[in-house]
């Protein structure tokens, strides 16, 4: 707790410390020739790997932290960046940056298809598509909330897209993430939300006939109470089967074991021989080998006895479940050989082995890819929030319930305030600044919160040190600038306040308010937002009866939220009953008890949205 202090005062005298620069964090593996270009965040570079000798050939230094990667005979195209997100072209012979192309706020999966590439804005909900031969943006579809997978047809007709989180209120009986098809000749767009509880989808493939589709993603038990952990009863770690001709009936399967937990999937790939569908286990370290076929046979097995398949154990009879030498295996590919090659986000390194033998320890060939790197200590507590080790049996990790340590749109009834009493997850971006925490302020600071969290969440003693390494690592949450602000202009807040939030960091270059939202900042202030809501946390840090608690909570305080980020927070209210900032003000604000909003023309109304949306 010294150091941490220490470094606080650091920053506010004006030290600012930006960790994990030197870890690599890779974000993206694909083949190139006979070798493996490996992308990545935090060092910001690009290597081709030498898979014979176990070695970086060569790298190219990135202008920003890489989000993703696609190869096209001898071009890699690397997304990179957050809020000035851009598009860099490499020739690998040539080892040079050929283009830097401008595409918007927070770009990921890129996907080539034909002569276009496919960018999903995770938070502008967008989807570009680029021309590769003008490196023009050619169409910009509207989509569904956080698009972070995708994946399409061989003919290019169809393209589906995987969404992070669920997009609607909390409170209703239905929540739950889902996919997006857009048919690419006419342009019509479909959303299919998946089974009730799915959040966190992470990736999305098609199956070698293209018949169905295969998404990674947890499903959460939101509905009962969260007093165990074991068999499943909070989250369950699962694939989903959809059927393409059919996509409104999916089959989810549960990954997990009866006795342990395979926490929070990520990337998925089929073998090139289609037999194999590969799943990686991001909080267990750890690769699924399912069986395609016998799959196929125990879901037939299962439907024909009108029976379910989200139990636990489904799979255990037919799936190779084999634990990897590395930490936070996201992305993987491949080859036509066998021969499956897996990147670690936390363990900074490559490695590969055959699926079509028996694998053993000795078995892994492993690559690093920063031999001098030393783990920093925001880095280290970000590794252990993403950690199922450090839950019982493994079943979740930090991220299960707060993805980048913000929210996961479900209410959950935590034990810390009485039973019967669900309420929608907190970010925990600030939580460290703005003690109490909890929405009834049940705990006194995060510090606690984070120690009670590895009891009562994950149903493990705390170790000191972890909590700690964790505490830095949330402490230092740097806030994202919104999607709303013009990126085109930047600037640097200096402002005289020490703490500056609107800014969170003096060094963090922002794009300006739009001229609507500096409108609606003069709005926020005379409708009376702003006194509950001030400067530079948009909170007042108070608790307040705000007259929105209902069931077993009516009448109790609650504690101010922050506005910061609540472009990416939804749903709204203890309760999650608002699916958006414009439901928050036009439907839950009776008798201006929150703010003189009832009053607003449309034209004001869209201009203090916009403000707020952008803080």
Request: hydrophobic share 35%.
């Amino acid at each position: 707790m010294f150091l941490k202090s220490i470094f606080t005062l650091l920053s506010i005298i004006g030290i600012s410390f930006s960790w994990a620069d030197n870890m690599s964090a890779p974000t993206g593996l694909e083949p190139y020739q006979s070798d493996i270009v490996s992308v990545t965040k935090n060092s910001k570079k690009l290597q081709i790997l030498d898979i014979k000798n176990k070695k970086v050939k060569s790298e190219i230094l990135l202008p920003q932290g890489a989000n993703g990667l696609a190869i096209k005979g001898d071009i890699a195209y690397v997304l990179c960046g957050e809020a000035q997100g851009e598009l860099v072209v490499i020739d690998l012979k040539d080892h040079r940056i050929l283009h830097k192309i401008p595409v918007g706020h927070y770009p990921l999966a890129p996907l080539i298809v034909g002569n276009q590439l496919y960018i999903a804005n995770r938070f502008a909900n967008t989807i570009k598509v680029i021309n590769l031969e003008h490196f023009n943006i050619e169409h910009t579809y509207s989509v569904a909330r956080e698009p972070f997978a995708m994946t399409a047809t061989k003919d290019g007709k169809e393209l589906w897209i995987a969404h992070l989180l669920p997009d609607m209120k909390a409170n209703g009986e239905m929540i739950a993430a889902s996919i997006t098809k857009i048919d690419l000749p006419s342009g019509c767009i479909n959303n299919y939300p998946l089974t009730n509880g799915t959040q966190t989808i992470r990736d999305i493939q098609l199956s070698p006939d293209e018949n169905h589709l295969v998404v990674s993603h947890l499903l959460s038990r939101y509905e009962v109470p969260t007093s165990q952990v074991d068999r499943g009863w909070i989250n369950t770690n699962a694939i989903t089967i959809i059927p393409r001709a059919t996509p409104e009936s999916n089959y989810p399967i549960i990954l997990d074991d009866a006795e342990m937990g395979a926490a929070n999937p990520w990337g998925i790939r089929f073998s090139q021989d289609g037999k194999n569908l590969l799943v990686l286990h991001a909080g267990t370290q750890e690769i699924s080998i399912i069986p395609w076929d016998q799959l196929g046979e125990k879901i037939q097995k299962k439907l024909s006895n009108k029976e379910t398949t989200d139990e636990l154990g489904f799979i255990s009879s037919i799936r190779q479940r084999i634990e990897l030498p590395l930490n936070g295996p996201r992305s993987l590919f491949v080859d036509k050989l066998g021969n499956a090659y897996v990147s670690g986000y936390y363990s900074g390194n490559v490695i590969s082995f055959n699926i079509n033998q028996p694998i053993t320890s000795q078995d892994f060939q492993i690559i690093t890819l920063e031999p001098d790197e030393k783990l920093d200590i925001g880095f280290e507590g970000e590794r252990y929030f993403n950690d199922a080790s450090q839950c019982f049996q493994k079943w979740q990790s930090c991220i299960s319930c707060h993805p980048d340590a913000r929210v996961d749109a479900l209410n959950w009834d935590m034990l810390n305030d009485g039973l019967g009493n669900p309420k929608n997850t907190r970010s925990m971006f600030l939580s460290h600044q703005l003690p109490p925490v909890m929405t009834l302020g049940v705990r006194k600071d995060a510090e606690t919160a984070v120690r009670a969290g590895f009891r009562h969440i994950q149903f493990m003693v705390p170790d000191q040190d972890i909590c700690n390494k964790v505490d830095y690592y949330l402490s230092h949450l740097q806030a994202m600038p919104s999607p709303k602000l013009n990126q085109a202009q930047l600037e640097n807040l200096e402002l005289d306040q020490a703490s500056c939030n609107q800014c969170h960091d003096p060094q963090l270059k922002r794009g300006i308010l739009s001229d609507n939202a500096k409108l609606g900042k003069k709005i926020f202030k005379k409708a009376g937002c702003s006194e509950c809501h001030p400067h530079p946390y948009f909170t007042n840090k108070k608790m307040v009866d705000v007259g929105t608690l209902t069931g077993l909570d009516t009448g109790k305080k609650i504690q101010v939220p922050t506005l910061m980020e609540s472009w990416r927070t939804a749903p709204y209210f203890h309760d999650g009953r608002a699916a958006t900032i414009r439901e928050v003000i036009l439907e839950h604000n009776p008798n201006d008890k929150r703010g003189n909003t009832s009053q607003l023309k449309q034209k004001e109304l869209d201009q203090l949205i916009e403000y707020v949306e952008s803080l």
